[in-house]
């Protein structure tokens, strides 16, 4: 997922709401995810979420979360297929292996609740400055500020360890190793050797980065050590209610089809 937790600047009324807005509105849109069972309900946050990255001018990247979340849906809607057992039978495999309508309609909630439940989180990250983030999550959620920061920079080095990954894949390419291969299992034994030039990497980079901490006191940190402020505006108020009409939403559905 290469770039897809950079910071996208703009100036839209998403990029300017209270990061706390933007940590209820994603987490709300999870949690309604997880509540509704109705395939229908998480199809449309899926185009909620798209409809709020376009809106955020990120739109190009959220087809691009998409696209990549819908590669390991279909290894996992397979996977769980082959396992759920139970309801009406569709067809047989020559192994013995039986495709149910239970196993097919509980495989693509269990894919269509990791992709609308994934996406709000990676396009909050992408409009949400990683300061802005630690601080909010040190100033009002109370999280300890050394916790706040490690969670951040992990964040913050994932693409530059996908950054990392692809230099070392492109000097192996050049030295003539098949990485284009289309057979999975031969580029997934062509690209574990390559997981220990990486984990060196990462260590040197996590080492200066811990110097440099140091350097810039990081032990005298504290919640009072934040210079911004961050309040509320009528804006973050109507998100908040949306957010919470949005929970109201999906616990109705859900109530209302199981009902039916």
């Known amino acids: 997922m290469k ?22 509105l994603s987490v709300a849109v999870c949690v309604s995810c997880f ?10 946050m899926i185009a909620f979420n798209l409809l ?30 082959l396992f759920i057992k139970g309801g009406t039978v569709w067809f047989s495999l020559p192994p013995g292996i039986e495709i149910t309508k239970e196993g097919v309609l509980k495989s693509l909630l269990i894919v269509l609740r990791l992709i609308s439940a994934t996406m709000p989180l990676a396009i909050m990250l992408s409009v949400t400055q990683m300061n802005d983030l630690s601080n909010m999550l040190v100033l009002k959620l109370h999280i300890p500020y050394k916790y706040a920061f490690a969670f951040c920079t992990a964040i913050r080095f994932i693409p530059v360890f996908s950054d990392e990954m692809s230099g070392i894949i492109e000097a192996q390419t050049a030295r003539g190793v098949e ?3 289309k057979n999975i299992f031969k580029k997934i034994r062509l690209i574990l050797p390559l997981c220990a030039p990486l984990l060196i990497s990462s260590v040197k980079k996590t080492d200066n980065s811990a110097i440099s901490a140091e350097l810039r006191g990081f032990e005298l940190r504290t919640r009072n050590s934040c210079y911004k402020t961050y309040p509320m505006h009528t804006a973050d108020i109507v ?15 859900n109530l209302y089809f199981k009902i039916m």
């Open 52 to 81: 709020i990255a376009v809106y955020a001018g990120i739109g190009k990247r959220g087809f691009g979360i998409l696209k990549s979340l819908v590669k390991i849906s279909v290894f996992i809607f397979i996977l769980q297929l």
């Open 35 to 44: 509540i509704n069972s109705n395939h229908f309900f998480l199809i449309s």
């Open 3 to 24: 770039g897809f937790f950079d910071y996208a600047a703009g100036d839209t009324l998403i990029h300017r709401l209270n990061p706390l807005t933007k940590i209820f």
């Open 179 to 181: 990485f284009d291969t």
């Open 239 to 253: 998100f908040i209610l949306l957010s919470v009409l949005l929970i109201g939403i999906a616990i109705v559905i």
